[in-house]
C-alpha cells in the first residue's frame, strides 16, 4: 500500500454525532443556518464543529459508530460543495502563549485523541498538569497489521508533528519528549531523525524505535516499554503525570494552534479486500460514500456487497453498519464479507491464550467466570486490565470469542460498581434525612405515611379521570 | 510435691491462655466477613424509596423480606427483582401485588423552574434530599441523587414538577 494521502472531496452530506442534551443546552446555530467548515455547531465541553459548509438541516437517527451502540443523534449538514473554511486568525505566536491559552484553544477546536480512543486531548494534559507532568511520549507505533493512517501522516506532515510536540512540551512545561515510533516504519524512521537533526531538536526529542509487535501501540503498553514500569491497576497516566499522545493528535494540535483550524478531517485507511489506501476524510462522512467515491466499481462487487464495515483495526476493532460515519477516533474502514462465525467450541484448557496475554492474564479462567458472572472472582483475576486486544480469542482453537464476554463483562462490573456506590448514597442519604427530621421533632414515619396517602390519592384520583 | 503440683498448673495455665489468646486473635483476624442479608437483599431492591410496597423505605422492606416476609411488593422493581429476590433467599418467585402499584420505567423528576415559586413543600417529602431550594427561590432536582419516587409531584401547588424518562438503566448484582 502506498503512503500517500488522499483528499477525499466533501460528501453530499455529512453526519456529526451529537448528544441530544447536548445540543439543547449548547448548541450554537438553528437549523436551515448556512454553515462554513469550521463553525462551531454546539459549544460546551465537547464542542462539535461543522466539518464542511453547507446548511444546517436537522438532527436525525443513524446508525452509530461506537462498539454495539443503538442508533444515535446525528446533525446532518448538506454540502454546498465548496468546502469553504470560516475566515482564521492570521499570524499567531502560539511561543509567548501561556499553557492555560495553549489549552483552551485545543479544547475549542475540539482536539481529541485520534488514535482510536477520542478522549479529549486538553483534558488529559490538563490532568497530567495538575499532578506534575514528568514524561510526554509521542505515539507514533499503530501496531495493528493494515492500519497506516498514522504512518502515512508521519510521511507527509513530519514537521507539523514536530510542531505539535514541541507545543505539548510548552504546555506541560518539560524538557524532552520520547517519540516511540514502529520498527517495522523505516522511512517514517529515517523521515524523523534527519528532521530532527535538521531542526537540531535532538535535546528535545528523542527518538525510539519500538518493535511493531501488537499491543505495543496501546497507551499502558507503550509507557511499560518507554518508562520500564507498568502503569498499576486502576491509574491513569495522566494521574502519574505521563501523558501519551498520537502523533495525529500532535498534528492537530499544530493545526489549532498555528492555522487556527478546528478538528474537522483526519486521516483514514480505507481497505476493501482488492486494495486499500490512505485519504483524509471530512468527520461525519458516511462509511458507505467513502467506499462508493473511491472504490466505485468495487462496492457493487459481489464479495463486498454488504452492509457491513469493520471500524478501526483488525485485532481491537468492531464492525458496525456502512451508514456509521466517520468519527473523530476512527482510524481505519475495512470491507468485509458478511461471514457467519463459527460456532464456539467447548474450553480446552489448552492455556495458549494465557501465553499470549499481553497483560499476563488467565482468559481461560475469565471466561469461566464470565458466565454466569463472578463479580468477586472476576475482580480477583484483575478483568479491569484486560485490554480486550482480542489475541487470546485470535489463539483459541475453540474460536470462543472472549474479547466480546469480557468486553460486556467489564460493562456490566463498571454498572455493578456504579450501583453498589448508589445504593450507599441513597442509603446515607435517607439515614441523613432521618437524623435530621428527628432532631426537629418530626418522625420520618409519620411523614411518610401522609405521603404514601397523598400518593395513593393522586394515583386512584388520576385513574378515575 | 506441691512444688511439682503448682508447677504443672502453671505451665498448663498458660499454655491454655497462649492458645485461647491465639485462638481468639484468629478468630478476629479471620473472621468471616459476610454480609448481613438485610444489606444484600436491599442491594437487589431499586432504592428508589417510594414507600410504595407499605414500608417507609427500601431499607425496612428489606429488613422484612430478612424476616421472612412477602418478596412481591415493590412495584418500582417489577417482576426482575422478585426474580432475584426468589433466587437469592431460595423461594418460588411470585407475580408483582398488584395492590401495592404497577410497574413502571424509571423516571427523573424535573422541575420547571420557570414556574416554581419557591414554596419548599417539594423538600419536605423528598426522601433522599434531592430537591434543593429555598423559601420564595426556584427549587431544582439533582438529577444525580434523585430516584424517581415521584412522591414530589402531588405536593407542588403549582404542578410544575415532571417525570422525564430517562435512559438510566438500573442493573442489579447477581444474586
Ligand atoms: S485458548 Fe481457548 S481453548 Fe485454550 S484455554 Fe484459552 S479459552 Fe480455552
Ligand atoms: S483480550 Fe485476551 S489477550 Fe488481550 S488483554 Fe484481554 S485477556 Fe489478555
Ligand atoms: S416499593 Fe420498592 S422502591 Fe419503593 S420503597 Fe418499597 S422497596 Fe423501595
Ligand atoms: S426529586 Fe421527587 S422524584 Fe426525585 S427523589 Fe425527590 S421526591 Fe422523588
Ligand atoms: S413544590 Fe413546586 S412550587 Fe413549591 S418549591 Fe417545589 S417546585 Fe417550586
Sequence with gaps: ?465 | MIYKLLSAIGVLGTIALFTGALLGWLNKRYKKQDKALVDVIEELLPLTQCAQCGYPGCRPYAQSIAEGGAINKCPPGGEDTIARLANLLGREPSTLDENFGQHSPIHLAVIDERSCIGCTLCIQVCPVDAIVGAQRFMHTVLEDHCTGCELCLEPCPVDCISLINTDIQRVYLPA
Design chain 1, 1 to 465: 500500500m502506498n503512503l500517500l494521502i488522499e483528499q477525499a472531496d466533501p460528501p453530499t452530506r455529512v453526519y456529526l454525532a451529537v448528544q441530544d442534551r447536548h445540543w439543547r443546552e449548547h448548541g450554537q446555530v438553528d437549523f436551515g443556518t448556512y454553515v462554513l467548515k469550521g463553525s462551531l455547531l454546539v459549544g460546551g465541553d465537547n464542542p462539535v464543529h461543522a466539518t464542511t459548509s453547507g446548511t444546517l438541516e436537522r438532527t436525525v437517527l443513524r446508525p452509530s459508530s461506537r462498539k454495539n451502540a443503538e442508533p444515535a443523534l446525528h446533525l446532518s449538514i448538506r454540502s454546498d460543495g465548496k468546502d469553504q473554511w470560516l475566515p482564521r486568525a492570521k499570524n499567531l505566536s502560539p511561543l509567548t502563549q501561556s499553557a492555560e491559552a495553549l489549552l483552551t484553544k485545543i479544547a475549542t477546536a475540539g482536539i481529541v485523541g485520534l488514535g482510536g480512543g477520542a478522549f479529549p486531548t486538553a483534558t488529559k494534559l490538563a490532568t497530567a498538569i495538575r499532578h506534575t507532568p514528568r514524561y510526554l511520549i509521542v505515539n507514533g507505533v499503530e501496531c495493528e497489521p493494515g492500519v497506516q493512517a498514522d504512518e502515512a501522516l508521519m510521511h507527509a506532515a513530519s514537521v507539523e508533528i514536530l510542531q505539535g510536540a514541541l507545543l505539548a512540551l510548552q504546555i506541560l512545561n518539560l524538557d524532552q519528549c520520547i517519540l516511540a515510533i514502529g520498527e517495522d516504519k523505516h522511512s517514517a524512521l529515517e523521515i524523523f531523525t534527519q528532521k530532527i537533526l535538521q531542526q537540531e531538536l535532538s535535546g528535545k526529542i528523542q527518538l525510539l524505535p519500538v518493535a511493531d509487535k501488537f499491543p505495543n501501540g496501546s497507551e499502558r503498553q507503550l509507557i511499560k516499554i518507554c518508562t520500564g514500569t507498568a502503569l498499576p491497576r486502576n491509574v491513569y497516566p495522566a494521574q502519574l503525570g505521563i501523558s501519551v499522545l498520537n502523533v495525529s493528535t500532535l498534528y492537530a494540535i499544530y493545526q489549532a494552534i498555528y492555522l487556527d483550524q478546528a478538528l474537522v478531517e483526519r486521516v483514514v485507511t480505507l481497505h476493501t479486500p482488492q486494495s486499500a489506501k490512505n485519504i483524509r476524510v471530512h468527520i461525519g462522512t458516511p462509511a458507505k460514500d467513502l467506499v462508493n467515491n473511491n472504490f466505485p466499481s468495487r462496492a457493487n462487487a459481489p464479495a463486498v456487497s454488504t452492509n457491513l464495515i469493520q471500524r478501526g483495526g483488525p485485532l481491537t476493532g468492531w464492525i458496525q453498519s456502512i451508514d456509521a460515519c466517520v468519527e473523530k477516533g476512527t482510524t481505519c474502514l475495512q470491507l468485509i464479507k458478511n461471514t457467519v462465525p463459527k460456532p464456539a467450541l467447548p474450553c480446552i484448557r489448552c492455556g495458549k491464550c494465557a501465553t499470549i496475554c499481553p497483560e499476563n492474564l488467565l482468559p481461560q479462567e475469565l471466561y469461566w467466570y464470565s458466565k454466569p458472572l463472578n463479580e468477586a472472582k472476576l475482580n480477583a483475576l484483575k478483568l479491569t486490565s484486560c485490554l480486550t486486544c482480542g489475541l487470546c480469542e485470535t489463539v483459541c482453537p475453540s474460536q470462543i470469542p472472549l474479547t466480546n464476554m469480557f468486553r460486556d463483562s467489564q460493562t456490566l462490573l463498571k454498572q455493578y460498581a456504579a450501583h453498589k456506590q448508589q445504593a450507599r448514597q441513597v442509603s446515607a442519604r435517607v439515614k441523613a434525612r432521618t437524623v435530621r427530621l428527628e432532631k426537629s421533632g418530626q418522625s420520618t414515619q409519620s411523614q411518610r405515611e401522609k405521603r404514601l396517602s397523598r400518593l395513593r390519592q393522586s394515583r386512584s384520583s388520576n385513574h378515575e379521570q
